[in-house]
């Protein structure tokens, strides 16, 4: 009775094993499965951070650029409007930069 008892533990826990076995792999495919989904939403994450920081940078530097074509076209009128002290600015601002370089 003892030696059936434990051929039918034996048998049980080879069952119990192959059952195990079986679980664990389906554990491991769904962590796989979880991983890759957290993975994917953090992929599209990123990737939407991104483009809001590419839109942005853009935003900026039109902003920028803007900027810039005003400041010139401001200088342009004031060299237009007084021509001779424009002349006379950029030929110090030529000087100071000649005489600072030079002493390099």
């Known amino acids: 009775m003892t030696e059936r008892k434990f051929q039918e533990d034996i048998v049980t826990l080879k ?6 076995r079986s679980d664990m792999t389906e554990i491991a495919k769904k962590l ?3 991983g890759k ?3 994917k939403e953090a992929k599209e994450k990123l990737e939407t951070e991104a483009r809001n920081l590419i839109d942005e940078l853009v935003e900026e530097l039109d902003q920028v650029s803007e900027r810039g074509k005003k400041t010139f076209k401001t200088m342009e009128k004031e060299v237009k409007e007084k021509p001779l ?9 030529g000087f100071l930069l000649g ?3 030079n002493r390099r």
């Open 99 to 101: 005489n600072l370089l």
């Open 32 to 34: 796989i499965d979880i």
């Open 15 to 20: 069952e119990d094993m192959v059952k195990l």
């Open 85 to 93: 002290l424009s002349l006379l600015l950029a030929f110090l601002v």
């Open 37 to 39: 989904t957290e993975a």
